[in-house]
T-cell receptor, first 111, second 116 residues
Framework: TQLLEQSPQFLSIQEGENLTVYCNSS?????LQWYRQEPGEGPVLLVT?????EVKKLKRLTFQFGDARKDSSLHITAAQPGDTGLYLC???????????FGTGTRLKVLA | GAVVSQHPSWVICKSGTSVKIECRSL??????MFWYRQFPKQSLMLMAT?????????EQGVEKDKFLINHASLTLSTLTVTSAHPEDSSFYIC????????????FGPGTRLTVL
């Protein structure tokens, strides 16, 4: 069974600071998604990365897919309180839409 | 706007009763839907795959007789927690893939179940 480990588990930072969240797998990803979830709501898709070495940007968020497609990172520049939430990476089992989620990183940005 | 809805958004029930949670795709058909469970401060864990017109497939460790899944139509899947106990209290989330050129999967807003 593929395991998706995220680090750190928890992160509390001041507004304006930068941070990086990591997602690592025991095997190769076919594709990887990053989600953000707020309390009491379902996860919302941020980005999908498919190609090894791929870098995608979404405003202050930068997503990177490792060359070997076994790891990914999410970097947030100048974090804002609105970035607070649970960040989840997820991998889709090849040929299905069945998602395996990472262990999650809970981010709190203090004003 | 939301493309996958869940009902109810929260429910409180007594131990031993059964609770039904609905998941609807609002403007597309979904032959497959997925049910996840999320305990406080934890990630989402896949419970089962709901298949329209056939039996659901359950992940290892999930009791199929306790979590009954019925994919009644191409836009509706239901999860029934039978004989609920306090340890079943959790946040239940469904998802449905929208099979267009983008093949995007949409998640419902979740249902908070509290069993007293």
């Amino acid at each position: 069974t593929q395991l998706l480990e995220q680090s750190p588990q928890f992160l509390s930072i001041q507004e304006g600071e930068n941070l990086t969240v990591y997602c690592n797998s025991s095997s190769v990803f076919s594709s990887l998604q990053w989600y953000r979830q707020e309390p009491g709501e379902g996860p919302v898709l941020l980005v999908t990365v498919v190609t090894g070495g791929e870098v995608k940007k979404l405003k202050r968020l930068t997503f990177q897919f490792g060359d070997a497609r076994k790891d990914s990172s999410l970097h947030i520049t100048a974090a804002q309180p609105g970035d607070t939430g649970l960040y989840l990476c997820a991998e889709t089992t090849s040929g299905t839409y069945k998602y395996i989620f990472g262990t999650g990183t809970r981010l709190k940005v203090l004003a | 706007g939301a493309v996958v809805s869940q009902h109810p958004s929260w429910v409180i029930c007594k131990s031993g009763t059964s609770v039904k949670i609905e998941c609807r795709s609002l403007d597309f058909q979904a032959t497959t839907m997925f049910w996840y469970r999320q305990f406080p401060k934890q990630s989402l864990m896949l419970m089962a795959t709901s298949n329209e017109g056939s039996k659901a497939t359950y992940e290892q460790g999930v009791e199929k007789d306790k979590f009954l899944i019925n994919h009644a139509s191409l836009t509706l899947s239901t999860l029934t927690v039978t004989s609920a106990h306090p340890e079943d209290s959790s946040f239940y989330i469904c998802s449905a893939p929208r099979l267009t050129h983008t093949d995007t999967q949409y998640f419902g807003p979740g249902t908070r179940l509290t069993v007293l």
